[in-house]
């Protein structure tokens, strides 16, 4: 079994900086992809950014220059630092991970339960 929890969302105004968290535990091998995405209400579910295990990076159009993501191989965690947030950034936001596990060496794509990040104007 493997567990992604996030932490960090919350209430924030326009303008303002958020820092998401979200660690991986359990039965893991080798983290590969990590990386965040977002649902808004009546959307559907979409990129943020990604960071592979070697720390390559790729970011949706509409949070360039805004955020970054990063991560921490040693912790199993990956972050997203946002800044200038809009209150279109408004979304539940999910980490992701692609995986080896080590119960029967199998590949996982696994997600978070998700953290709200709320952007008031």
């Known amino acids: 079994q493997v567990q992604l929890v996030e932490s960090g969302g919350g209430l924030v105004q326009a303008g303002g900086s958020l820092r998401l968290s979200c660690a991986a535990s359990?039965?893991?091998?080798?983290?590969?992809?990590m990386g965040w995405y977002r649902q808004a209400p009546g959307k559907q579910r979409e990129l943020v950014a990604t960071i592979t295990s070697g720390g390559s990076t790729n970011y949706a159009d509409s949070v360039k220059g805004r955020f970054t993501i990063s991560r921490d191989n040693a912790k199993n965690t990956v972050y997203l630092k946002m800044n200038s947030l809009k209150p279109e950034d408004t979304a539940v936001y999910y980490c992701?991970?692609?995986?080896?596990?080590?119960?029967?060496?199998?590949?996982?794509?696994?997600w978070g339960q998700g953290t709200q990040v709320t952007v008031s104007s």
């Open positions: 992701n991970a692609d995986l080896v596990s080590s119960w029967g060496w199998s590949s996982v794509n696994s």
């Open positions: 359990g039965r893991i091998f080798r983290l590969n992809t």
